[in-house]
């Protein structure tokens, strides 16, 4: 959520170094006491996604999926997954989610005459859920073929990976790789005799870097790349800094839908799902502080309000804390109120917003949990001390105790709580996969000329015609401009119906 | 929630036949399909407490609980339970349920000096959870001794039982008893040479059934009995009806407390939170129809308006429908909103609200669950058919799949989703529990002839004070009415402070 | 809002002596510094109504209309107010008030075969206004015969008095009558040659005391009492306490529709409104204490939740207190957030509930209202003292000013905010008017015997009949019970569907 | 609420016909059958303030003030008002008002020392209310000198503007002015011998017209015009298009600041209070529709929801149209709810929204009125013709009759509700205020070449110190970010905290 701020550092090395520069990256999402894998693997890669649990997998099966020859039901192997032999369910989970994902499913029906990405050679490295696989078989209705490996080590639905795999795709992921496997499924996926990618889809810009590392040659084919995450978009813009962007890149973070949705709609719902999920918590009548009042805190704050909480907002910027006023809650310093809340949440997408200090003073069975950015916002580390027991009360949950017997309830370790322990519901995913589509439609079939080497947000019309393609499913029905409206408005009928910097 | 509306029969047949007796108690709630096992099990035993799951038994022992040599560290055995070895785990659940529980634990602080359970010898018959440990140990701190069996085959946490018996308790009851077992261990509980109990606390009015049919003798010594379902109830009114009730009873099922957070606040929470557990389904922008607007309906629309979902509400009650409709809902008929809405939810109290003639018209992906009276609201029955396929797609969530590929999602079989689905919030159970307690406590030191062979309600200042004893969890403080202040409105200053009747 | 609760006086005096009698019950709500007027005027005939402004007279004409030769159009003059010709304007706002008083509109309808008031001759002490018409004519359509006077001095609307009169009406009201005024008034309804009452509709109980004491021999043909306040039941359950209750009398205040409509209901928009009107104050952001958490302090909590207000909530009953912690207030004694608040509401029903060392300790600018019970609940008469200052800034607006500068915003000089200083919606009225006519058709209709001498609550039945009428205004669709669902649930079809203690 | 967004046009011819232009401007807000008057005063300067009632002046002195001669208490003349008498009144509503303009009042105390305005010779034109008495208050004690107009012919209150005239100001502005007289006393401000203005303060953009007509040479001293209004900034745009502007000037309008208050805070509030006012009536179960669903209608969208009213919305932009499903409004086109709904508000910045179409089609008794842009939105001019009856039933409401009796209720003859029905919190104002002052301190100390013959934006950074001059109203505590926070986020300490774009 703290988007592009940080990139204002104006005396950047021109020579790219790609360790060092990896090394940087890693800087401010490195969790402290797992710096040993994060030397090489970017920090999103680590985080685990909740959602992603594998339904039927309790066989132990030991065997690394890399020394198994695989083959699926047409004899094709050109993919490396966990167990081919769980396709039916995958396929099963990717049909319910095709129920909830209408814009990507409106697409395809669209794509029947014409097919907007014939010839499109997509590598794809993201999480490899059901969404994903609705996402893929799309981007194939529209004519594309397609690689793909996992951008996270632990996100990998592997019943998924089968499905896809059994249908044709070539997949390199599983759940629980190794570092090194990370790697090896990326490379499989860039790397084959025959094969010259042209369209780059990236979630968290590992893709991007080793094709950077390894294939530099293959830029000069590539039309795009369309990116996803912070921490990727934040690589693409220094790259671009350095000069060292070849290609034409698009920001899809920060697009108004997928912003107001990830953060704002999905926070709402995510932040009461996580902690009943975790805690079994009553919301009514808890006192909670909620550190940050962007997006994310103002769904947060909506929903526990809603519930009969009493909210407390912390905020550094007078705007927002401005907004937490009139909305209802009353503003404080951390300090204020840290010893009687039952609950703290923090959005802040700043670092060492709750201290030890502050832990130390919270009262027994205090919930502690993020819902802001990465792994920064409570300090962890400062909590592994001799004096103090961790107990592993149930899965991603802890109880920290104090000498005293005071208990702190610390959730997913510090760790985004709305990936680690709630679901993130299809419906929004769908915004995201759809935005994606579009952006690589848009790069692949823009006349030369149109985007330079440089990092782009999506045009505003493309983030109406997403909003426009997901109206659908609620029934809701969209009034036009007439045509002496739509003068009087100075306004094009079918848009752009606000200007660029409107949210 | 429908409460005592149903007794309205004045010629009961005075003589009471057991067996014809049960059944008719199980008329109501039988539901289609497992008429077998309804025949000698109360409904409310066979339904299941997703809460109540366990979290270390996946090793599969499949000997009987009943055929092992049972003891705990101390060499007693006078127990049955599943697995002594939980009962470190066990303990760990119910220290952590104190912390949410502090009316028991202020209870047993007061009790320190008197004993007002001194020799009660206490026969229980409730859901075996970490929130039941808490009130076995307080009725044990307050001077009580306990002997304790399951009022469900299912609900029982095996890590709580183990820690209770190793802490001393007589409990007979496992996690997946058959109904032989289901009524051995009450008798276990019941019959023991050189034991006679004095108090009953009942739920679902199975072990009091139990003594009426093979101890009745023992009700010469008995104080009372605390009954605290709707079912159980039900009975105890129909016993009275009868003549046939020879001890008095206390209903602490229709107590405002319990009511207003049973139904109202509990509702609100938990039917967001067994939706999401169940479906992951996104809220915003949904469609509902609630059936029901007494306190449950309420509560469940309350929180899904919160949430951003447009909620219709069906109800018979122009009183309810017209607060409804003050609150904000539409008020339609089910038939008018059946195609379009996305969740359908009944909170009625009433049978068949949910027919097939509305299950064929649903639109496809349509959600269905009960939030009301036991199985009766959905005629699941009707959705076994031939032409029909079922398909389990998550543990408690069926795809009833039309032929034409319409599919249903129907949560716990239309079951109770709160119990199933979802975990009570400890805050309310102990609400509950302690007025079980009081009610304990009231019945058995009450002088003679306070109470005749009838069935009460808890004194409205017995309701306040559980209220009094929740108010320091919300760091709540409450005012005195100064002495001209109560005379003037003709109060004592420590209350009752509302007429009976007022809720 | 305090009910029946102080009525508890078990030694009373069976000897009934008007003149002390009426001095008791004007202990209670006497407001200091008017002691002169209350002696023998109740104190709601002197509360007065915001929404009963005129809208014609501005003239000013000093004769008393008790001087004047009045006739209407049709040379009938068997009535005394303001001014016939306002009747045109005053027409007007009857048939506004027509159209959201559907209930009325619908007895009329079906009142056109039998007539149920055939025979009947009310006489009505009531509030004049638009409303109140609405329901004489309606009476009237029934088949009464009415003749009417005010309950209030200032809360007659002139202009519909002059429409009424302009109709036949033979009404005796004006606004700002003296009190020697409003008996005569009172006196000219009950006392002419020829007419015998047969029925009384009362608000507060001035015309049930005149006939007491002056014509106790007319209520040997009186069937029946329908009164609808606080205070005037309060004095019928004296009476009936005292076996002095000579005719039966319906308690329309405590019906459950009346109940929710006038405080929850009504309370959440009027306090928005009131406040509004009187200072403009802006919501967002607020800190607000409200003191009680009954029907009004629940509505106007929620209401100012909803408007960005931080709400604070005093309670002295354990049990309410608990709901206004699952509701997301946090309870405190005045004395914790008295130097902090904005807005001060009480709504306890209770005296004294803001005194003078509260107002001491307000910070500038605070605003202090009363939604609750008469006048009694600010200590308004401890502000009368040299060292303050009062300033009138507005209608029903005071400043009052501290020595050193500080302001406390006072409305209506601690009477009813939401009479003063804000409307009653129509809609509102409708449902107390409609369940006035339904009891004075139940009082006169009943078989003897049904009623005895006796305060009686509306039959749960004829509440939910009042309920169904007003549906149709919000297109709402009752659903009707199968013939099978009302035998599972041992209810009528037709209702009643909850118990009479259901709230 | 419409922004920039018109002014599109490519081609402007270069040549400034100021007549013509003129016209231009008021092609779109022009109200038909009132052409007359709109020919040379722009629209806003015709909107009319209801919170600008005067509280005095019911004397009806029929004097012109032109002709008056006048004086205040201390011999000075330079003014032109209604009655210098009024002053005392006046002042005490500038007292109350100073109350809620904390951040005014924290501006002149911070400006003991240092005078940011001195030497400024201020012009201004706005509405002449207690509020801006606070503003000018606050300039002069920064230093500045002001000489003022009214920018409406109704909105002054006259009791303010003589209460400034009292203390010193030239103030030319009373409540009724003509056409004549309203540009008469801009002229007055401006044209006195011996003052040249070197700051514009304007508020619709009139005083800005008349120096470029008349005293095109005085803008070689002007340093800046700081412009609130949205038809003002559209001038000052359509100026610099063509090369004509010839001072650097600040877009008031567009901080963010004023846009979340003036829009979504404020009218959350207003729409309440104006449909109070005008129709008392109920909000609970009323079916609303709210066209556009941009800040203004989901403040009105937001506070009748919560009210208890269904509420539908009609949107043309996808995004805003998503946002309102996923708030769980549903999202229809006017013509599916028209016959159904009970209120209408449009919030569109459109024009012909709710044309005779529609109004043809509401049922009786239906409110209309305009949340949006001017007076465009709502098609009055379609009812004014000879079959349908007009009556006026209270100040700023109208009953439209149709032949067969329907009633249409319309408000403001569809003029802005807020403004004409409610009044607009000073608190609100006082934001708008400080940005004001703070823009014109801004561009007076801006050293030469920071601004150019521009449109500028304010400053973040100074919208930032804007709502941090509010927060202490709210007893609100901002948090400070520690230098490792900061530098980690790469912010300064002291802000920007969010980019430029953020809103």
């Not at 073929?145 to 044709?168: D, F, H, K, M, P």
């Not at 990618?197 to 810009?205: A, E, K, Q, R, V």
């Not at 893709?207 to 950077?212: S, V």
Request: with cysteine.
């Amino acid at each position: 959520q703290i988007g592009l701020k940080t990139n204002v550092s104006v005396n950047v090395v021109k020579q790219i170094q790609f360790a060092d520069q990896k090394q940087e990256f890693n800087k401010r999402p490195t969790k402290i006491g797992r710096r040993s894998l994060s030397r090489s693997i970017s920090q999103s890669s680590t985080d685990s996604y909740g959602s992603a649990a594998s339904y039927t997998d309790s066989s132990d099966d030991e065997t690394s999926p890399r020394d198994k020859q695989q083959k699926n039901s047409k004899g094709n192997g050109d993919f490396c997954i966990k167990n081919i032999k769980q396709a039916d369910f995958g396929r099963r989970e990717i049909e319910i989610a095709e129920q909830e994902m209408p814009a990507l499913m409106a697409l395809r029906k669209r794509a029947q005459g014409e097919k907007p990405l014939a010839g499109a050679k997509v590598v794809g490295c993201t999480h490899i859920t059901a969404q994903t696989a609705v996402l893929m078989e799309t981007l194939t209705a529209l004519g594309a073929q397609c690689r793909w490996a996992a951008c996270n080590i632990y996100s990998t639905q592997n019943e998924v990976a089968a499905a896809l795999a059994e249908g044709g795709f070539s997949v390199f992921a599983w759940k629980g790789e190794s570092e090194d496997d990370f790697w090896w499924c990326i490379d499989r996926c860039v790397n084959l005799e025959g094969w010259q990618p042209n369209m780059i889809l990236d979630d968290g810009g590992d893709l991007t870097h080793w094709i950077y590392k390894k294939y530099p040659n293959m830029f000069k084919k590539i039309k795009g790349i369309v990116e996803e995450s912070v921490t990727g978009v934040h690589r693409l813009y220094q790259l671009s800094k350095a000069g060292k962007l070849c290609v034409p890149a698009m920001n899809v973070n920060d697009s108004v839908t997928k912003q107001k949705f990830d953060n704002l709609y999905c926070c709402r719902e995510s932040i009461l799902d996580g902690l009943k999920r975790t805690t079994d918590v009553m919301f009514g009548g808890k006192q909670v502080v909620v550190c940050g009042y962007g997006e994310v805190g103002k769904g947060c704050c909506a929903a526990l309000k809603a519930m009969g909480s009493i909210v407390y907002v912390t905020e550094i910027d007078p705007i927002c804390a401005l907004q937490a006023c009139m909305d209802g809650f009353r503003l404080v310093k951390l300090n204020e109120v840290i010893r009687q809340v039952d609950i703290v949440i923090t959005c802040t997408g700043n670092k060492n917003v709750v201290v030890r200090e502050y832990l130390d003073r919270m009262k027994n069975g205090c919930i502690v949990c993020n819902m802001g950015h990465s792994n920064t916002e409570i300090d962890v580390a400062s909590l592994r001390t001799p004096e103090l027991t961790w107990e592993r009360v149930r899965s991603q949950v802890d109880h920290v105790i104090w000498p005293d017997g005071k208990r702190i309830v610390l959730l997913a370790e510090g760790r985004l709580l709305n990936l680690s322990c709630s679901t993130v519901p299809t419906f929004v995913l769908s915004i995201t996969a759809t935005t994606q589509a579009l952006a690589l439609i848009e790069l692949y079939n823009a006349p030369e000329g149109r985007y330079k080497q440089d990092v782009y947000l999506l045009p505003k019309k493309m983030d109406e015609y997403v909003a426009s393609l997901h109206l659908p499913t609620f029934d809701a029905h969209l009034t036009e401009l007439s045509d002496e409206q739509a003068k009087y408005l100075g306004l094009n009928k079918n848009g752009p119906f606000k200007p660029n910097y409107y949210r």
